[in-house]
């Protein structure tokens, strides 16, 4: 599938897109102020040890402390291969990265392996941030640190080798994992990602040196750094995005910047030149997003309403716990019997659900309400147009089977905030809620109110100062309860719009 990566970078902000097909697929934004800290390595303290959690909490110096599960102190290599399957038969298996998810050990796990035999208040750890921050919970951190170049990922605290599971052939698996176990030093372990497909000794061997080398800086900085201290930063967003997403598949990558441009261009030239004519410097008079059509796919991408093509909708809402996905016939009234215009909407929601969760970067829980199916035979065929459409999404999904009411659980790997919770904040008018009360509640809310004060106010004449829809309302539909209010108190009530004023904002003068 052809693919671009567009990065629009600026001094305050960095924007980059991968567009597939004239479609953007991926979005990262990334702000100076708010800078990242997922792979960042830092000296961290133990603050306290939870043994009924069988995890702790390390300061690392950010605002909240991190949290630490026991999983990620013990050098569990042995016990993880296990759990994947075989420790020498697990080729179509990857072993974990910062941020996969791996069970808290049971409470009834053997002595050895408890957090409070492992780690004690006041103890320095050195440790990688696997989760970011988000919302109100800290960092989730790990001290198998992981360091990952264009080819490989480096695990110092491992000595597994494992194959990425993008590269499928059998024999290319096998011919990676031994020229990596030929090439790598002892006690290390290496992953090959999807990049290194039929890449040769030359390619991976340099890199390989290039991150033990930076491992022994690390270890060599830690030593010499108090706790609470940052040890290794993780490349920037342009950096990242340039080692992660800029692959064979890329045809080309557009740059609007010349200090991004010539950064970027030294970096391919050092991992992968093969890819280094490909990397353009954008001179178009347009800003590079409104050329691309980007600018239009991030306005809709914050929008909770999502259009599909047949005319039905679906309606995505994010909540502190998991994200609820709502699907809808809306216009879409078919051509023959209802089951078919379900179905129809059903499929074409799902793989418009799979690019949204990818757009967006929702992760966590997601529950899906798909409109109500009576065949089982339809309920599979929507449940595997959403497995097949999650297929190149990079961030590792679960997906349950559609449960007889239409509903799918799925969770998705999150690693970092969102794209709504980068680019929006709260309203500080609703306080979240995103609703505010309706002008007839508000003109009920008024009444009510000068009834409570007029007995304590002087004056013969009442003046409300509103919004304007809210006027509108008192003026015309309302007009009959406002003088027979008049006739209550026996006063005059007049009627102010001011467009200043917040919609559920009014004041109430008497004179």
Known sequence: MPAELVVNAAPYETRVALVENGTVVELHVERPAQRGVVGNIYKGIVVRVLPGMQAAFVDIGLDRTAFLYVTDVYDHAREFEEMLGRADEDDD??????????????????????????????????????????????????????????????????????????????????????LIKDLRPEKVGFIARTASEHASAEDLRPEMDFLVNLWADIQRRSAGLPPRRL???????????????????????????????????????????????????????????????????????????VW?????????????????????????????????????????????????????????????????????????????????????????????????????????????????????????????????????TLCYDIFRKIRREAGRRDGARIELRVHPRVGEMLLNEENAHVEALERELGREIAVVPRADLHLEQYEIRYA
């Open 93 to 178: 298996l990857e072993p974990p990265l910062p941020g996969d998810e791996i069970p808290p050990v049971p409470l009834d796990a053997p002595p050895a392996f408890r957090i409070e035999e492992l780690l004690h208040e006041g103890q320095e750890i050195l440790v990688q941030v696997a989760k970011g921050p988000i919302g109100t919970k800290g960092a989730r951190v790990t001290s198998h640190i992981s360091l990952p170049g264009r080819h490989l990922v480096l695990m110092p605290t491992m000595t597994h080798v494992g194959v990425s599971r993008r590269i499928e052939d059998e024999a290319e698996r096998h011919r990676l994992k031994a």
């Open 231 to 305: 040890v290794h930063e993780d490349l920037d967003v342009t950096l990242r995005a340039v080692r992660d997403l800029f692959s064979g598949e890329v045809r080309r990558l557009v740059v609007d910047s010349d200090d991004a441009h010539r950064r970027i261009q030294a970096f391919v030239e050092t991992f992968a030149p093969h890819l280094a004519d490909r990397v353009e410097r954008y001179r178009g008079d347009l800003p590079v997003f409104e050329a691309f059509g980007i600018e239009m796919e991030i306005s809709r991408a914050l929008e909770k309403k």
């Open 308 to 440: 599909l093509k047949s005319g039905g909708y679906i309606v995505i809402e994010t909540t502190e716990a998991l994200t609820a996905i709502d699907v809808n016939t809306g216009r879409y009234v078919g051509k023959r019997r209802l089951a078919d215009t379900i179905l129809k909407t059903n499929v074409e929601a799902a793989r418009e659900i799979a690019y949204q969760l990818r757009l967006r970067n929702i992760g966590g829980l997601i529950i899906i309400d798909f409109i109500d199916m009576e065949s089982a035979a339809h309920r599979e065929e929507v449940f595997r147009t959403l497995k097949e459409a999650l297929e190149r999404d990079k961030c590792r999904t679960n997906i349950l089977r559609m449960s007889e009411l239409g509903l799918i659980q799925m969770t998705r790997k999150r690693h970092r905030d969102s794209l709504e919770r980068v680019l929006c904040a709260p309203c500080f008018y609703c306080e979240g809620t995103g609703e505010l009360k309706s002008p007839r």
